[in-house]
């Protein structure tokens, strides 16, 4: 797609730490770490992200997480990795092209949860109803 900072990169316009790359997906490093080793993986195929994206893309994305993140974890000596994917700009999506995150995390990297919030009395049970009748 034009205009597609990822989409260019796939064509090789503009370049990028690859890590790995099969017919559908292409891995690389993030330009901006949240730990070292920190990688995007992304579909061939543009799609906005994961509200857009059609299940076989999504699959080979998955494939390729699956594939990367034990090895992301030994090469830099990781103690967990976090699996990331923000979706709309008002959950942090920067990029409109999908992206998962692999992001090595140390014991002492001194990132922090997001903190939960609790349900009001009653509110769950409606807002998982309210989910269950659009499924
Ligand atoms: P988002 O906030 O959309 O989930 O994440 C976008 C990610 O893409 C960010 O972590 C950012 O550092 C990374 N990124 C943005 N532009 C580039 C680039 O040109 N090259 C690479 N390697 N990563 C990029
Ligand atoms: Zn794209």
């Not at 292409?26 to 995007?40: Q, R």
């Not at 992304?42 to 993140?69: G, Y």
């Not at 998982?128 to 009748?133: L, M, Q, Y």
């Amino acid at each position: 797609m034009k205009d597609c900072i990822f989409c260019k990169m796939i064509e090789g316009k503009i370049p990028c730490n690859k890590i790995y790359e099969d017919k559908k997906t292409l891995a690389f490093l993030d330009i901006n770490p949240i730990n070292k080793g920190h990688t995007l993986v992304i579909p061939k195929e543009h799609s906005k992200n994961i509200l857009d994206v059609n299940q076989k893309d999504l699959d080979d994305v998955s494939e390729t997480v699956r594939k990367l993140a034990p090895k992301i974890k030994k090469a830099v000596k990781a103690d967990g990795i976090n699996i990331m994917s923000s979706n709309g700009e008002a959950a942090g999506q920067a990029v409109p092209h999908l992206h998962i995150h692999i992001i090595p995390r140390f014991k002492d990297d001194g990132l922090e949860h997001w903190k939960g919030k609790s349900y009001e009395e009653g509110k769950a049970e409606k807002i998982a109803e309210d989910i269950k009748s659009l499924i």
